[in-house]
């Protein structure tokens, strides 16, 4: 009988390390093996799906993505992967790409574009989980963006919070300030135009400049120094706020 255990125990024993060693072998995995995410800075602070107001440096409005690096340290995130499938690598950092400390890096998607400036996939409006590798090819984080509105970001609120925000903040905090921020980042002051006055059914009031009887909105600065208008627009239609610049 006590043979037997003797043998039965260094059955198991064996057992037990070939699962420590299966185990052990899971911990560097590729994208789209499972395994326990390991700790790291830089998060994913953002996404846009239905863009219809921040432009690339080619004036197109595309879905985005942005990494933040909260830590007082520059972080070099060369080989940082994105993907919107586990099984696929959607975007991967080119060498040379650093973080600055605080720092903010967004990254637009288009699968027809320069694989090295664009990810390859778009962010589904109907909801979508997003996957951020580090250089290890380690899942960092998974982030399962909601069915969101047109042009509505889902951020990283400042309590640790993911929720679905009214504006965008790309390269900048998510907040109040971080949205003030990027309008002057765009040469937009502080907003002192307001809608004043609105006509609608028009019949007998002012005519356009050929004549017609057209309805009309009333734009007011009601700041003290002269509004320059470029870059604002006017719309009847929140989800589509580029209708006429």
Request: glycine share 8%.
């Amino acid at each position: 009988m006590e043979r037997r255990w003797i043998w039965l125990t260094a059955v198991m024993s064996v057992a037990l390390l070939a699962a420590v060693i299966v185990l052990g072998a899971g911990l560097g995995q590729t994208p789209g093996q499972s395994g326990t995410a390991e700790p790291d800075a830089i998060k994913i602070t953002e996404v846009m799906a239905s863009n219809e107001t921040y432009v690339d440096a080619q004036g197109r409005l595309l879905d985005y993505i942005e990494l933040h690096n909260p830590t007082d340290n520059a972080v070099d995130i060369s080989g940082y992967k994105l993907s919107d499938d586990p099984t696929t690598i959607g975007y991967t950092c080119p060498q040379g790409t650093v973080l600055e400390a605080g720092g903010y890096r967004i990254l637009q998607c288009d699968p027809t574009a320069d694989a090295e400036s664009y990810a390859a996939f778009r962010i589904s409006r109907d909801g979508e989980t997003l996957y951020l590798y580090n250089s290890a090819n380690v899942m960092i984080q998974t982030l399962m963006v909601p069915v969101l509105p047109d042009n509505q970001p889902y951020m990283l609120a400042e309590n640790g919070q993911w929720e679905v925000g009214q504006n965008g903040t790309p390269g900048f905090a998510n907040t109040e300030e971080g949205f003030v921020l990027w309008l002057e980042s765009k040469g937009i002051s502080a907003v002192n135009v307001v809608i004043s006055e609105v006509q609608t059914a028009n019949r007998s009031a002012i005519t356009d400049s050929h004549g017609n009887l057209c309805d009309w909105v009333e734009l007011q600065n009601i700041g003290q120094t002269e509004a320059v208008l470029n870059g604002y627009y006017l719309s009847d239609n929140p989800e589509k706020p580029m209708k006429w610049q």
